[in-house]
């Protein structure tokens, strides 16, 4: 099981851009799911987060520019990010807790993380 995050890039200011999260291997449950964020000098930090029910939560510095949403029969999940600042600037990663199977076997859930993605946007 593996999550591979995907759609950096370099944008100007209030420009979009949306990132993709894809969960591979032998799934059996993806539960909640979450994009983090780490700028150069600064720690990791929450940006959105999404249940399996789909109720989602935002960091308040990307609450009504951002929206996390996910594709549950695609095994992704997205970030769309409108009205990007410079600010935004960082590699983004996907986080999340999934359950794998093995045969009949389904493993407790485990947590894992994709590899990041550089946003930079021009001011």
């Known amino acids: 099981v593996q999550l591979q995050a995907f759609g950096g890039g370099l944008v100007q200011a209030g420009g979009s851009l949306r990132l993709s999260c894809v969960a591979s291997?032998?799934?059996?449950?993806?539960?909640?799911m979450g994009w983090y964020r780490q700028a150069p000098g600064k720690e990791r930090e929450l940006v959105a987060s999404i249940t399996s029910g789909s109720r989602t939560n935002y960091a308040d510095s990307v609450k009504g520019r951002f929206t996390i949403s996910r594709d549950n029969a695609k095994n992704t999940v997205y970030l769309q990010m409108n009205s990007l600042k410079p600010e935004d600037t960082a590699v983004y990663y996907c986080?999340?807790?999934?359950?794998?199977?093995?045969?009949?076997?389904?493993?407790?859930?485990?947590?894992?993380w994709g590899q990041g993605t550089q946003v930079t946007v021009s001011s």
């Open positions: 291997g032998n799934i059996f449950r993806i539960n909640d």
């Open positions: 986080n999340g807790d999934l359950m794998g199977i093995s045969g009949a076997v389904v493993s407790r859930p485990r947590n894992y």
